[in-house]
């Protein structure tokens, strides 16, 4: 594993893939990282993450943000639910940056901009 710190603004999603293919490399898990266990953990964690807001008010965001205990918790689990999402797309070999670019392509054609500027429905099918 790297010492050298990451940050979002110099980190590639291939630096990070590569970091959990080393991870689970070293510890021999191939075994339990199979598609179905990697897509069950990343919705226990999800659930985990959800914990820290349920019966949380949006107005009430900016002190979790600034609790210092309470935001490393979050982050903790934010992070286990992208690990887990990378390793998926290892496990699958799916391109999650063509993968990402095809859903909003996608979803710019469901909701058009000037049709949804900040108004959410439903579009019929």
């Keep these: 594993m790297t010492d050298s710190p990451m940050r979002d603004d110099h980190t590639t999603v ?3 893939r590569g970091l959990l293919t080393q991870f689970v490399a ?3 898990w191939h075994v339990y990282h199979d598609a179905k ?3 069950m953990s990343i919705a226990i964690e999800a659930a ?3 914990e820290h807001f349920q019966w949380v008010r949006n107005e009430d965001v900016a002190a979790l943000r600034a609790d210092g205990a309470k935001l490393a918790e979050v982050r903790e689990e934010l992070a286990d ?3 887990y999402a990378l390793a998926l797309a290892n496990v699958l070999e799916i391109d999650l940056a063509s993968a990402i670019q095809d859903k909003m392509r996608k979803n710019e054609q469901k909701y058009p901009a000037a049709q949804f ?4 429905y439903k579009p019929k099918a």
């Design 14 to 16: 291939a630096q990070l």
């Design 26 to 28: 070293e510890r021999d």
């Design 37 to 39: 266990n990697l897509s």
């Design 48 to 50: 985990e993450l959800m």
């Design 81 to 83: 639910v992208v690990a």
């Design 117 to 120: 500027r900040g108004v959410w």
